[in-house]
């Protein structure tokens, strides 16, 4: 697929649907993909990208689209920018131990309990912390753990590697070590 028949539609209406924006998109040209953003929870992050079967029909989407109200809100519509260099910032392969890991993918319904029984198998786990949203409460679906060393870490790397939890593999890495004392802010 051509990049430049996909374009950026952003300040769209949390409750649009796929079938919304076909109806609302489709007299441009032929849609041959669409993807509304989605968080964890799978609620609408407010912004879509739809892929035409030509360059034109996505200018055409532009040029009579963008700034347009469509459900109440002025949508803003462009094409999609290419992402940032990921290569040069992006790390391959874990980074080198700490005594700290991030583990990541953990399903949002997670008890308390089975995080306990989790990290309960690992040894020389000094802290547990869970981020949760400050508004809601609800887990953001990844923790950071703490180890009395870099060997226990590592073991610990080890095991949460290869584990699912709730049917999803755990993403796991080395995280940078928290700070402490003076200026050090608490998450």
Known sequence: MEKAATIFISNITFEATDVHLTEAFGKYGNIVALNIARDGRGLSRGFAFITFEDKESADRAIGEANNSFWH?????????????????????????????????????????ADLNALFRRLEGVKDVRVA???NTGWPRG???????????????????????????K?????????????GATST
């Open 72 to 112: 109440g809100r002025r949508i803003l519509v462009a094409h999609r920018k290419e992402p940032l260099d990921k290569d040069k910032t992006k790390q391959t392969g874990p980074r080198d131990p700490t005594d700290s890991l991030y583990i990541g993918n953990i399903p949002y319904e997670t008890s308390d």
């Open 132 to 134: 949760v949203d400050r």
């Open 142 to 168: 990844f923790a950071h753990a703490d180890f009395e060393d870099i060997e226990s870490a590592t073991k610990g790397y080890e095991l949460l590697s290869e584990h699912t939890l709730g049917g999803r």
């Open 170 to 182: 755990l993403r796991v890495d080395y995280a940078a070590r928290r700070r402490t004392g003076p």
